[in-house]
């Protein structure tokens, strides 16, 4: 069965400690793998699509890495404003086209000041 | 540039009624595909629509179903509601029909009392 996990379920940090989330897949097939940031409330935010192991994206403190069974999300000096849920989501390939994800369950991270 | 609409943003219905949520996409984008979220089971793939077809459905019973119209606005429809029916529903924009972004609304917030 296709799975996702996430660790942590939570991570408490202090502003400028860096540290990474981690999203683990069993997959058939990987066509994405895709990260997302949901504050209470709200509907999730896009951040990255990482398609193929190696790839690496970056956006201001946070970079997102892909392997064939994992994808670790690193925040660099984070603030407090860094604070939300992060969520991981894998799109599979076969089974004809589809924009359907796969999502773990989430980090809820919590940066103190 | 307008990202994707949800309507309404609350609803408080009573058990055994119905619903009807909606939604419209980014502009230009022709998928659109329908999450429930709860605490307990996270983010759950409803089903997913790209030129008014609908092209993949997750596992939920025939209670829940949805139709997406010429213009790609959708919406998603619940009947004979339930108690564990309370989530976060939220629709997601996608600009073609597999391996590409989703971008998800702020959600409807649906209680069912």
């Known amino acids: 069965e296709d799975q996702v996990t996430q660790s942590p379920e939570a991570l408490r940090l202090q502003e400028g400690e860096s540290s990474s989330l981690n999203c683990s897949y069993t997959?058939?097939?990987?066509?994405?793998l895709f990260w997302y940031r949901q504050d209470p409330g709200k509907g999730p935010e896009f951040l990255f699509t990482?398609?193929?192991a190696g790839e690496e994206k970056e956006k201001e403190r946070l970079k997102a890495t892909l392997t064939k069974k994992e994808s670790f999300l690193h925040i660099t000096a984070p603030k407090p404003e860094d604070s939300a849920t992060y969520l991981c989501?894998?799109?599979?390939?076969?089974?004809?086209?589809?924009?359907?994800?796969?999502f773990g369950t989430g980090t809820l991270l919590a940066v103190q000041p | 540039k307008a990202g994707v609409t949800q309507t309404p943003r609350y609803l408080i219905k009573t058990r055994g009624q119905q619903v009807t949520l909606s939604c419209s996409p980014i502009s230009g984008h022709r998928s659109v595909s329908w999450y429930q979220q709860t605490p307990g089971q996270g983010l759950q793939f409803l089903f997913e629509?790209?030129?008014?077809?609908?092209?993949n459905k997750g596992n939920f019973p025939g209670r829940f179903s949805g139709r997406q119209f010429s213009n790609s606005r959708s919406e998603m429809n619940v009947s004979t509601l339930e108690l564990g029916d309370s989530a976060l529903y939220l629709c997601?924009?996608?600009?073609?029909?597999?391996?590409?972004?989703?971008?998800f609304g702020q959600g409807t917030r649906l209680t069912v009392v």
């Open positions: 997601a924009s996608s600009l073609g029909h597999g391996g590409t972004e989703a971008f």
């Open positions: 997959v058939s097939g990987l066509r994405g």
């Open positions: 990482l398609y193929s």
């Open positions: 989501a894998v799109q599979l390939l076969g089974g004809g086209a589809t924009n359907k994800l796969i």
């Open positions: 629509y790209f030129s008014e077809t609908q092209r």
